[in-house]
């Protein structure tokens, strides 16, 4: 079952609970004063009975009613600071609107916040549009907001410094990502209105500068809702056309001046993304040369206004032959010079001795390489003899201190188990000993072991 309509008679009819009424009357026939109780307790019980008893609901949703038909509260302007602004990631905003003397809760829904040119901060002042409704499960009043001005400084200037800040922080103004413009380019793509002055003004100067330069026009609106959508589908077709069709050297993305609501297309956020992600330079000429855009920054070059940028893309036919005409003269000073310069050597050449007898230093030469053989030949053979009185010195030192030569001199040496007996500790009666003598050796066995004194010292 639907939920039961109210109207305002019902609302209001509400009857008051009697109370037993005092009568004096004066006059009776005694001459007395008698006051007279009037019983009502029949009435009471008959108002109780006709009155009706509404729900929490009934109530919420007349006083919605009430509200949603004033046309003072149906579209109405509003202007306060804001306040506990707060965006869940439904997309719809809230926030509190107050002044010095009260508050004013607000809700701004998705579709109409995605409108907004700024970002709606606390401390902000502003002046609303919207109407005053009731949420009916809460029961409270709030405005629901349709637009949103600041009432300080402009809500575009305001988008702008927002968005500024924003690109820049990402880096997409950083000059490390400018591409360089070609000096002499092919094919110019142009992104503008085709009826505007400046691509009448860009035609004009590109013929007279440089008329082989073929000019690629993509036709976009430049103001209006529909200008950034269009601006970043032509930026991106150009890339395209220039990765499948033909090479564009550069692009130049712009019009002519106008106010910040005109020029706003070039604020958009989508088509500073548009302009960073093309591979082809772009160049920005956008308004007069005062006038600054987010293109301005994001681009690879910035031009004041649309001739401006014909003049930077294309270079003047004139300048160019004048420089190849300097070039060519001093290239053809350069040549004569360095034909003199080699001359003179030839010159100097022929006048020398060697030129006219050659093998003189030949002969010169063999005969340094004579002198550097005997130089080479006399230090080996002194280094040699050197070398060979430095063997017979340690020879002499190894003979003196050989086993052999002490042997020769009538000394001998025992050895008892392959080692050298050093003591006469080392032997016991009975071992067996060979003894070594210079020209052979003889087996022995101890028969007596005797220990020397030891000599005293004095």
């Known amino acids: 079952m639907g939920k039961p309509k109210i109207t305002l008679l019902d609302f209001l009819h509400l009857r008051k609970e009697s109370e037993s009424v005092t009568v004096r ?21 008959h108002a109780r009975a006709h009155t009706r008893i509404y729900t929490v609901w009934e109530v919420t949703r007349y006083i919605r009613q009430k509200l949603d038909s004033d046309e003072l509260l149906r579209g109405l302007y509003v202007k306060g600071e804001l306040s506990n602004v707060s965006q869940p990631t439904s997309g719809h905003v809230y926030f509190t609107l107050k002044d010095e003397y009260s508050e004013l809760r607000c809700v701004m829904f998705r579709d109409r916040n995605a409108l907004l040119k700024f970002k709606l901060e606390d401390g902000m002042s502003v002046i609303v549009r919207g109407h005053i409704s009731v949420y009916e ?59 505007g002055a400046a691509i009448r003004d860009m035609i004009n100067i590109t013929r007279r500068r440089f008329p082989h330069v073929r000019i690629l026009l993509a036709p976009v609106a430049v103001q209006g809702e529909e200008a950034a959508a269009q601006i970043v589908n032509a930026i991106r077709l150009m890339n395209r056309v220039n ?105 100097s050449m022929e006048k020398n001795v060697l030129f006219r007898k050659p093998t003189e230093r030949i002969n010169q030469y063999r005969q340094m390489v004579d002198d550097m053989k005997r130089t080479l030949i006399a230090e080996v053979i002194h280094h040699l003899q050197l070398y060979r009185k430095s063997l017979h010195a340690l020879r002499g030192k190894l003979d003196a201190l050989s086993p052999r030569a002490i042997l020769e001199r009538g000394y001998s040496i025992c050895i008892k188990e392959e080692r050298v007996v050093r003591s006469v500790s080392d032997v016991v009666v009975g071992d067996e000993l060979r003894i070594l003598f210079h020209d052979g050796e003889a087996v022995s066995e101890v028969k007596e072991r005797e220990r020397s004194q030891p000599q005293s010292q004095s």
């Open 137 to 195: 499960k809460r029961g409270k009043y709030q405005l629901y907001v349709e637009e949103i001005q600041e009432s300080g400084i402009g809500a575009l200037y305001r988008a702008f410094e927002q968005l500024k800040k924003k690109l820049k922080d990402e880096g997409l103004f950083d000059t490390v990502h400018k591409k360089p413009i070609p000096a002499i380019p092919h094919t110019i793509g142009v992104i503008t209105s085709p009826t």
């Open 243 to 347: 990765k499948e069709l033909m090479k564009v050297d550069v692009l130049v993305v712009g019009r002519g001046g106008g106010s910040i609501e005109e020029l706003w297309a070039f604020n958009e956020e989508s088509v500073a993304r548009a302009i960073f992600a093309s591979e082809i330079p772009v160049v920005s000429a956008v308004g007069h040369e005062t006038d600054f855009t987010i293109a301005d920054f994001v681009a690879d070059r910035r031009a004041a206004t649309p001739s401006e940028a014909a003049e930077l893309v294309v270079p003047d036919r004139r300048e160019i032959v004048k420089n190849l005409n300097t070039l060519e003269s001093r290239m053809r000073k350069s040549v004569e010079r360095l034909i003199e310069q080699q001359r003179r050597r030839l010159e």
């Open 25 to 45: 009357d004066d006059t009776d026939r005694d001459g007395r004063q008698e006051e007279v109780e009037a019983p009502v307790e029949a009435e009471e019980a």
